[in-house]
């Protein structure tokens, strides 16, 4: 290939300055000066930081300088770019704008030893001494563009993941529904179960592994068309488009629950994990993404309600549930506005003398109506959302605003124990405050801290943190619904508590279940060794009473055979109702249960 010379500078021509004094009229004189001046302009040129070349017509390089040939690994002023694939296709593109005429910018990248360089080059076609060339000025951008495209990947995804965030697959289902064509595309609402407990147990490094797991599970075989995003957390969108029926988009999502069934192994670590998912679909579930994804939103939380580990497509059902749900929460919200709580408290009694050893406060609520509901109906409500530190705190302020009238029925040596929740047993700034309401009344001695199972899942957190804080008060510890949640035996001698409180399950018809007599034994032996109280809860039937004193150690029982919950307004004396013969029916029922009593009515005989 043969190239131009190179351009030389005799061949531009300058314009000169007017000036005061008369022109010399020296012509060698005069070209001697432009020689030089241009000579000096050429010299300056060669030494710019920018990479500058110059072309003609064919795109041959008749000039480049020093930083353009940096940028080209090439000799300054090279003609000679034979085999330099940059450059051979620069002599096409400079051919063409040459041709076009035309100025322009444009991002050029370039690869040399493997590693590639951004530039952005200027190009401007000019017309000199009747050459048509193409004047080229390049600056090398590419620690900027490494920036830029770290900047858009923190805006638009996920860093533990990779995936796309919840702005990327918005836009995209709005560029779905912007076009119209007939289109049908699912959205599918992914939540793992239980994740807080993953993090809790096994660490949030094993959470995020176990996230990033999930992620390439669910990015398994999926179309160029599909798009998963991870939107929070714990919390997932799945658009699967298009799609032909409700039923392959059931297919699919069932697929992806077994798939995530299969053990994660994490550091050594067999985990296991599911997901509750909720489907909608376009058109039928809603015409905007928010629509889309709150349709799919309120189906995942269906299936979390029926047991979680499932899927469920949206319908009008789960809509009118879900408006009901947020009249509960409004109504909870001000509820709590309005004190509109009130205690029932439920004794614990010694099944061997009848006498009562302490009191629970069970908090209720009074609707609009006046009508008393029971904790089930508001409680994980209020956990979820975030009202739950208030409401304990309204608990403990009713029992001390009533801390008399339960001295005088229950006796003032009766303990009170007052329920919290494991996410509050778990939070240091909750139980601190918490600690300091319980010292302010003066009694905290007198208090047990009644705390579910969960609570314990995290061990070393609840004892280096949150127990010295009820210790140092003196308030005692009971673990409630012992032995349906996620403890065991062994996990019992890790556990510093004074009170293991056995759930109801065990303890109904007991004299009729093997199985539960044993498990109950293995938890009384343990119990006993490790000074523990034991309670058996729910005890209803004179049965399940006769069991427990003859076949069992177990002190202590509360439950609706001695007394159902009984309410302020309830807490008078009233005439003993209970001789401690065999009563006349099964007390089962709520409609059956026995009146209120009092402390005389556990009185030691």
Same mark, same amino acid.
Not at 521 to 541: F, H, N, P, Q
């Given at each position: 290939m043969t190239s131009a010379a190179p351009y030389s500078p005799s061949t531009v021509t300058t314009d000169v300055a007017e000036s005061?004094?008369?022109?010399?009229t020296d012509a060698a004189g005069i070209a001697a000066a432009e020689t030089g001046d241009l000579r000096l302009f050429k010299e300056i040129v060669r030494a710019l930081p920018s990479a500058v070349t110059v072309q003609d017509e064919q795109g041959r390089f008749i000039f480049i300088n020093d930083a353009a040939a940096a940028q080209y690994r090439l000799a300054p002023s090279s003609t000679d770019a034979a085999g330099n694939l940059p450059l051979d296709r620069r002599r096409s593109d400079g051919a063409a704008m040459l041709a076009q005429g035309q100025s322009g910018t444009r991002e050029e990248r370039i690869t040399f030893g493997g590693a590639t360089r951004a530039l952005l080059t200027a190009h401007?076609?000019?017309?000199?001494?009747?050459?048509?060339?193409?004047? %080229?000025?390049?600056?090398?951008?590419?620690?900027?563009?490494?920036?830029?495209?770290?900047?858009?990947?923190? &805006?638009? !995804?996920?860093e533990l993941t990779g995936l796309p965030n919840r702005a990327v697959i918005e836009r995209h289902v709005t560029e779905l529904l912007e076009d119209h064509r007939p289109h049908h595309f699912a959205l599918a609402f992914l939540d793992v179960d239980n994740f807080k407990h993953i993090n809790d147990y096994y660490g949030h490094s094993v959470g995020d592994a176990l996230l990033v797991g999930i992620a390439k599970r669910l990015s398994l075989e999926l179309r160029d068309t599909d798009v998963l995003s991870r939107i929070s957390g714990d919390e997932f969108l799945l658009l699967l488009d298009p799609i032909t029926s409700e039923a392959e988009v059931a297919e699919h999502i069932n697929f992806l629950l077994q798939r995530l069934k299969?053990?994660?192994?994490?550091?050594?670590?067999?985990?296991?994990?599911?997901?509750?998912?909720?489907? %909608?679909?376009?058109?039928?579930?809603?015409?905007?993404?928010?629509?889309?994804?709150?349709?799919?939103?309120? &189906?995942? !939380?269906?299936?979390?309600?029926?047991?979680k580990g499932a899927s469920a497509i949206f319908n009008i059902a789960m809509e009118r549930e879900a408006l009901e749900r947020m009249a509960v929460e409004q109504s909870l919200r001000q509820a709590i506005l309005d004190r509109r709580f009130c205690c029932a408290?439920?004794?614990?009694?010694?099944?061997r003398t009848n006498e009562i050893k302490g009191v629970e406060a069970l908090v209720r609520l009074r609707d609009d109506n006046g009508v008393i509901q029971a904790p089930g109906t508001f409680v994980d409500l209020a956990v979820e959302l975030g009202l739950i530190d208030e409401l304990t705190h309204l608990v403990l302020a009713e029992i001390m605003k009533s801390i008399d009238l339960i001295n005088a029925t229950f006796g003032e040596d009766a303990s009170i124990s007052v329920n919290v929740a494991a996410k509050q047993a778990g939070s240091p700034d909750f139980m601190r405050s918490f600690c300091e309401a319980l010292a302010a009344t003066e009694c905290p001695k007198r208090f047990m801290v009644e705390i579910t199972e969960d609570a314990f899942v995290a061990k070393a957190h609840f004892q280096k943190q949150i127990l010295p804080m009820l210790r140092e008060i003196g308030v005692g510890i009971s673990i409630d619904d012992f032995g349906i949640g996620y403890s065991s035996l062994s996990a019992l001698a890790d556990i510093t508590a004074d009170e293991i409180k056995i759930d109801r399950s065990f303890i109904t018809d007991i004299?009729?279940?093997?199985?539960?007599?044993?498990?109950?034994?293995?938890?009384?032996?343990?119990?006993?060794?490790?000074?523990?109280?034991?309670?058996?809860?729910?005890?209803?039937?004179?049965?399940e009473l006769a069991y427990l004193q003859a076949m069992t150690r177990i002190r202590y029982a509360q439950g609706y055979y001695y007394s159902k919950p009984i309410f302020l307004e309830e807490l008078r004396p009233t005439i003993p109702v209970f001789s401690g013969g065999r009563p006349g029916g099964p007390g089962r029922h709520l409609e059956q249960a026995r009146q209120p009593l009092t402390r005389a009515t556990y009185a030691r005989r």
């Open positions: 005061d004094e008369a022109p010399s401007k076609p000019m017309d000199i001494a009747g050459r048509k060339l193409l004047l %080229s000025s390049s600056l090398d951008v590419t620690e900027q563009k490494v920036i830029e495209d770290e900047l858009f990947r923190r &805006a638009y !995804y996920d299969a053990p994660f192994y994490i550091d050594g670590t067999e985990v296991f994990a599911s997901a509750s998912i909720g489907i %909608s679909l376009y058109p039928e579930h809603g015409h905007s993404y928010e629509a889309l994804r709150q349709n799919a939103d309120i &189906a995942m !939380y269906r299936v979390k309600s029926d047991g408290f439920q004794p614990k009694v010694d099944i004299h009729k279940r093997p199985r539960s007599q044993g498990i109950l034994r293995a938890i009384e032996s343990l119990s006993d060794a490790l000074g523990m109280t034991v309670i058996a809860e729910g005890l209803e039937t004179f049965e």
